[in-house]
C-alpha cells in the first residue's frame, strides 16, 4: 500500500472484485465516454475476478501495474489507476491512466493517485519516462496530469478508438528527475 494523505493505492485483491463491479456499474456511463469499448461480459464478477487474477500475473511480469484507489477513512474504492505497456531495455517507460468515480471527481484524489504512482514508478520500478494520453476535451484529466508533473508534448491524431472513432489524444509525459 502506498498512503497519500486521504487516499491510498494498492494492488487489487480477489475480496475487491465484487467492489471493483460495483465501482464499473456505477461509472459505466460516464467512463465509457473515455474508454475503449467494453464487452458485456466486463459488467460481470467473474469478468472483474479475471482481470484482477490477470493484473497480479502481470504485475509479477513487470509488465502492467494495476492499482485501486481507496479512500483511508471508509476503504470505499473510488478510483483505478494503471501503469501499463511497461518497456525495459532501452526505454524504461510506460503509460499511466486512471479513472475516478464520477461522485468523487474534484476531489483532489486523481491528483494524489497519479502523484502516488509516479513516485513508485520512478524510484522502485526505476522508469525514467511515463506517458499520457488524454482526449482533449477532458480539460479535468489533463489538469491533474499537469498538477502532478507532466507536460505536453503534442496531439496524437486519431489515436485511440473509442466507440468505434478514432480520437485524438494530448500527449503528457514525466521524466525521471534521477536521470535527467
Not at 65 to 74: M, P, R, S
Not at 91 to 96: E, P
Not at 117 to 131: G, K, T
Amino acid at each position: 500500500m502506498i498512503y497519500g494523505e486521504q487516499i491510498y493505492i494498492r494492488s487489487f485483491k480477489a475480496i475487491d472484485a465484487a467492489a471493483l463491479l460495483q465501482f464499473q456499474i456505477n461509472n459505466k456511463d460516464f467512463f465509457e465516454k473515455y474508454a475503449m469499448e467494453r464487452a458485456s461480459d466486463y459488467y460481470t464478477i467473474n469478468k472483474q475476478i479475471e482481470l484482477i487474477n490477470d493484473w497480479s500475473n502481470a504485475w509479477k511480469d513487470d509488465t502492467h501495474y494495476q492499482f485501486g484507489i481507496f479512500l483511508k477513512e471508509t476503504e470505499q474504492l473510488v478510483g483505478t489507476l494503471s501503469l501499463f505497456q511497461v518497456l525495459r531495455g532501452s526505454l524504461q517507460s510506460a503509460f499511466i491512466g486512471y479513472f475516478i468515480d464520477l461522485s468523487h471527481n474534484g476531489k483532489g484524489y486523481g491528483t494524489v493517485a497519479v502523484k502516488l504512482a509516479v513516485d513508485y514508478a520512478f524510484n522502485s520500478l526505476h522508469l525514467h519516462r511515463i506517458e499520457a494520453g488524454v482526449m482533449p476535451h477532458n480539460i479535468g484529466s489533463i489538469k491533474v496530469l499537469e498538477k502532478s508533473g507532466f507536460h505536453k508534448e503534442g496531439i496524437a491524431r486519431k489515436n485511440v478508438k473509442i466507440h468505434g472513432k478514432w480520437e485524438d489524444h494530448q500527449v503528457l509525459a514525466i521524466l525521471n528527475p534521477h536521470d535527467l
